[in-house]
Nanobody, 115 residues
Framework: QVQLVESGGGLVQPGGSLRLSCVHSGGIFSTYVMDWYRQAPGKQREWVAGITSGDSTNYAGSVKGRFTISRDNAKNTVYLQMNSLKPEDTAVYYC?????????WGKGTLVTVSS
């Protein structure tokens, strides 16, 4: 059974940076498509960024140019580097692993952008 554990969230001022990590266990990490999603208070969960097993990346328009997704297959970890953070980036950030139509989710890590 695949398990995902996110970390790295916290309180940051507008314009600041954070790096989220998600450690994957219970499967062959390198074969999974990995995505980051987020859910702001009172809103639906939205897709933020994704990276394929071949390291192709995609981003939501709202974060393109500010966020960078990457993966380290040796460490079974996917990262989300978040720069130039805005108050509207405040949300719980979730890691997702996808393979053969099956999705696995972590429990999330809270990011709060506020002065």
């Amino acid at each position: 059974q695949v398990q995902l554990v996110e970390s790295g969230g916290g309180l940051v001022q507008p314009g600041g940076s954070l790096r989220l990590s998600c450690v994957h266990s219970g499967g062959i990490f390198s074969t999974y498509v990995m995505d980051w999603y987020r859910q702001a208070p009172g809103k639906q969960r939205e897709w933020v960024a994704g990276i394929t097993s071949g390291d192709s990346t995609n981003y939501a328009g709202s974060v393109k140019g500010r966020f960078t997704i990457s993966r380290d297959n040796a460490k079974n970890t996917v990262y989300l580097q978040m720069n130039s953070l805005k108050p509207e980036d405040t949300a719980v950030y979730y890691c997702n692993a996808k393979k053969w139509g099956t999705n696995y989710w972590g429990k999330g890590t809270l990011v709060t952008v506020s002065s």
